[in-house]
């Protein structure tokens, strides 16, 4: 992602702010005093100093994806972006010429908010995201450009700060299944003839029948009614079966009621 936010900056530099014309090198460089002192023709140096991510912008969870059918493809971790602050200065033998070259890279950035789509490469063009950029906002308490210039060694020149707003691709995805072409079947246990019993409110005195009502083996609550839906072996659907009311159970006799009145 830096080295792809590099090129749509030395791209932009070059179309919008030297006009197309090869009168300054671009350079990433540190502009330190032995880069300085080894520097032979005008040079527009862009120079990364600080990595930071913008909080504001971290997304939780995952986002889903569509095909262009608008169907659900999978889901994917978003982004995080990272704030990318570029320290640009120009290099001539003359300070006249180094002021017009800073004026025409501050009114090449003031002229828009976004870098340019046509700018982008890689995943940055990949994602298809707005990237922000800004100049000349002054940076937070805790860093100065003075400091700055200090760490490199270099005497105080005159420097445009552009950040950068980009996001990194953390190329996490988790494709979806295929997609659900038949409409929901629910069965719950049992054959077709006992749906066709429990459905003419015939439960039995057995309760395996109860019982086997009920995926996994569990008992059917009394006064419970589930739906079946189920076909039979022979292919014939059950339609008279498909609401099955499961009656209250008769207490045992001598059975001690419980706390609500009712016996066990």
Same mark, same amino acid.
């Given at each position: ?35 300085? #002192?080894?520097?032979? #023709? ?15 912008? =971290? ?90 210039? #200090? ?7 005159? #420097? ?57 083996? =569990? ?42 009145? =009712?016996?066990?």
């Amino acid at each position: 992602m830096l080295f792809e936010v590099d090129e749509a900056l030395r791209t932009l530099v070059r179309r919008d702010a030297l006009g197309g014309q090869d009168i300054a090198e671009v350079s990433f460089e540190a502009p330190t005093k032995d880069w300085a #002192s080894r520097r032979t #023709s005008p040079t527009i140096d862009v120079y990364l100093y600080d990595i930071r991510e913008d909080l504001r912008r =971290r997304e939780v969870g995952r986002v889903r994806t569509h095909d262009a059918d608008g169907r659900a493809t999978g889901r994917i971790v978003p982004p995080r972006w990272f704030k990318l602050s570029y320290l640009i200065t120009a290099w001539t033998q003359r300070p006249e010429d180094e002021h017009r070259l800073l004026a025409s890279l501050l009114s090449c950035f003031l002229r828009t908010d976004l870098l340019p789509r046509d700018v982008l490469t890689g995943s940055l063009a990949d994602l298809a995201l707005p990237i922000p950029i800004t100049i000349g906002v002054p940076p937070p308490e805790d860093r100065a450009l003075s400091d700055t210039w #200090s760490a490199l060694g270099g005497e105080l020149k005159p #420097s445009l700060d552009v950040v950068v707003i980009a996001p990194f691709d953390l190329q996490r995805d988790f494709p979806a299944g295929p997609p659900v072409l038949e409409e929901t079947h629910l069965v719950i246990g049992g054959t077709a003839e006992m749906a066709l019993t429990h459905a003419n409110g015939a439960l039995g005195e057995s309760s395996e029948v109860a019982t086997d009502v009920v995926a996994g083996g =569990r008992a059917p609550q009394p006064g419970r009614v589930f739906r079946v839906i189920e076909h039979h072996p022979e292919g014939v659907p059950v339609d008279e079966a498909e609401m099955v009311t499961v009656p209250a159970a008769e207490p045992a006799e001598g059975a001690e009621p419980d706390r609500k009145g =009712r016996r066990k």
